[in-house]
Nanobody
Framework: QVQLVESGGGLVQAGGSLRLSCAAS????????MGWFRQAPGKEREFVAA????????YYADSVKGRFTISRDNAKNTLYLQMNSLKPEDTAVYHC??????????????????WGQGTQVTVSS
């Protein structure tokens, strides 16, 4: 059974940092491209970042480029999202997702097969 469990969210002041983790189980993590998405209240879920199986290729939304870094530890079956210089507009529930079809990162919701429940990130001004 595939499971994705996010952690690391919380309340932080603008300009602060958080590191999200996503623990994966039930499939071959090292062979799967992964992504982070977020959903703010009243808004659709949006792409944040994605990473290939080798971590050689990464993609970022323009809104987070230069502030967020996606990474993975295939030995620990864990995906990370380092978030720096946080802004109030980064407030959302952050979800990790697994694409079991290809090893290449994707930026659309439809490409991903499994999703975690999410972790809340709140940035105060």
């Amino acid at each position: 059974q595939v499971q994705l469990v996010e952690s690391g969210g919380g309340l932080v002041q603008a300009g602060g940092s958080l590191r999200l983790s996503c623990a994966a189980s039930g499939y071959t993590f090292r062979s799967t491209a992964m992504g982070w998405f977020r959903q703010a209240p009243g808004k659709e879920r949006e792409f944040v970042a994605a990473i290939s199986v080798s971590a050689f290729t990464t993609y970022y939304a323009d809104s987070v480029k230069g502030r967020f870094t996606i990474s993975r530890d295939n030995a620990k079956n864990t995906l990370y999202l380092q978030m720096n210089s946080l802004k109030p507009e980064d407030t959302a529930v952050y979800h990790c997702a697994a694409d079991l079809n290809t090893g290449l990162p994707a930026t659309t919701n439809e490409a991903y097969d499994y999703w975690g429940q999410g972790t809340q990130v709140t940035v105060s001004s």
